[in-house]
């Protein structure tokens, strides 16, 4: 599983009381039904595989110490030796920092709790003329500080978790964010495609890390600024809220089959921050490019699954269990399968990241142009050429080190 499960689930309606041109859930490709139910993030399966006995076990608790501890026998396969458990962990050091810095306060910042590691900005506040403006050079600081995309959206209310979880209690704790900030500043890293090429691999794992490391920068960074201009800025990572409806709803991309943000510009190769606040600011509007129709013709990621978590038929409002969203109509993962995998492999899993025909270099004309095509009527033929000549295989960990990415 590459994201939680539930930062797969959910799709987005507006905020209430939003403006006149706020996006609408059916601009943002969004059905969300009168049963729906805010989700706590103690039933984020990561979570419950700390208090739920039904995914709790020995191979789950041997999962997460694999990132802070040497395994006590290195696996002789290719991508699970010591050096790609070294790299993978490695690249995990400054999430983890972040994570365990105010563990003793029932706090773990950037997994379960919004970052509180920013210094006091001054009383007085920048005046805003135009939001618009400041919305240009919001994005434009984001990527001084190194985001590959940055969007904006407003507030809702619906994607913000009922409740936080608290790992020392193992259980729920108050929701922290306050509802008057009324703006939601959406970023994404992308991740290193060499690396996710690899999957299945302790190896892969590094391009996760190294896009959490490269989001925590990010966030840190851009909120200090905000509050440097005299507004309310809280950064937050996995914890607080839902992250895909905001980045739709953000125009970062569209939701995949296998629950994932699809991008235009690193499909669904990316890790997604946001940063709530009330520096006055223009949102965005949801782009499309075609992802949904294409999805609705393939199933790489579902055919391609170990563990057939991912569904093969139409959306639906259908949940597997307690970690998934209730009432949106949506493409949902069984999140318990895909994480038992990954525990019983001793590291994350992104096949369906890597087969996903979205899963290309879009900085070359052949990858653009495929692109273009998946998003036309011609779309069965974009799938007829990515299974002849972008079949999504498996690069050997042992050649990622020898010759690094594939061509
Ligand atoms: S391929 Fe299946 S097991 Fe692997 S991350 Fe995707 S949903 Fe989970
Ligand atoms: S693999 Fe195919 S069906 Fe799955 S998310 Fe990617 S484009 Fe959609």
């Not at 506040?125 to 919001?138: K, L, Q």
């Not at 090429?197 to 920068?217: I, K, M």
């Amino acid at each position: 599983m590459t994201e939680s499960d539930s930062k797969r689930d959910g799709r987005a309606a507006p905020s209430a009381g939003a403006g006149s041109g706020a996006v609408s859930d059916e601009e943002a490709g969004f059905e969300v039904l009168d049963h729906f139910e805010r989700f706590s993030q103690k039933n984020d399966i990561y979570s419950r595989a700390f208090w739920d006995p039904e995914i709790r076990s020995e191979r789950s608790d041997r999962f997460f110490e694999t990132y802070r501890t040497p395994l006590k026998k290195w696996k002789r396969a290719e991508g699970f030796r010591q050096k790609d458990y070294a790299l993978r962990n490695a690249s995990w050091h400054l999430p983890d920092i972040f994570a365990e810095l105010k563990e003793d306060e029932n706090r773990r910042e950037g997994f379960l709790d919004p970052f509180t590691v920013h210094r006091d900005g001054p009383e007085e506040r920048v005046p805003v003329e135009s939001p618009a403006e400041m919305s240009r050079e919001i994005k434009h600081v984001g990527r001084v500080f190194g985001a590959d995309l940055v969007g904006i959206t407003e507030y809702d209310q619906r994607w913000v978790y009922s409740h936080a979880y608290s790992r020392l209690g193992e259980t729920e704790k108050p929701q922290e964010l306050p509802d008057d900030l009324p703006n939601v500043i959406v970023i994404a890293q992308q991740m290193d495609r060499g690396l996710i090429d690899t999957v299945p691999s302790a190896l892969s794992g590094t391009a996760t890390g190294v896009g959490y490391s490269h989001d925590t920068l990010v966030l840190l960074g851009l909120a200090q600024y905000v509050r440097n201009l005299g507004y309310r800025a809280v950064a937050t990572m996995n914890d607080t809220a839902l992250a895909i409806p905001l980045a739709i709803k953000a125009g970062l991309g569209e939701y995949g089959r296998h629950g994932l943000l699809i991008t235009e510009e690193f499909g669904p190769r990316v890790r997604i921050g946001k940063i709530f606040t009330d520096l006055p600011l223009e949102p965005d509007r949801p782009k499309t490019f075609g992802v949904q129709a294409f999805c609705d013709l393939c199933r790489r990621c579902s055919d391609a699954c170990p563990v057939k978590a991912i569904p093969t038929g139409p959306p639906s409002e259908e949940i597997y269990n307690r970690s998934n969203i209730v009432g949106v109509k949506k493409w949902t993962v069984d999140a318990e399968p895909c994480f038992r995998f990954w525990a019983n492999q001793n590291s994350d899993c992104s096949i369906c990241v890597r087969v996903c025909p979205y899963n290309r270099d879009f900085s070359k004309p052949a990858a653009r142009a495929w692109r273009w095509l998946a998003g036309t009527p011609l779309r069965r033929l974009a799938l007829w050429l990515v299974d002849q000549f972008a079949p999504g295989q498996r690069v050997d960990p042992g050649d990622w080190w020898t010759n690094g990415r594939r061509p």
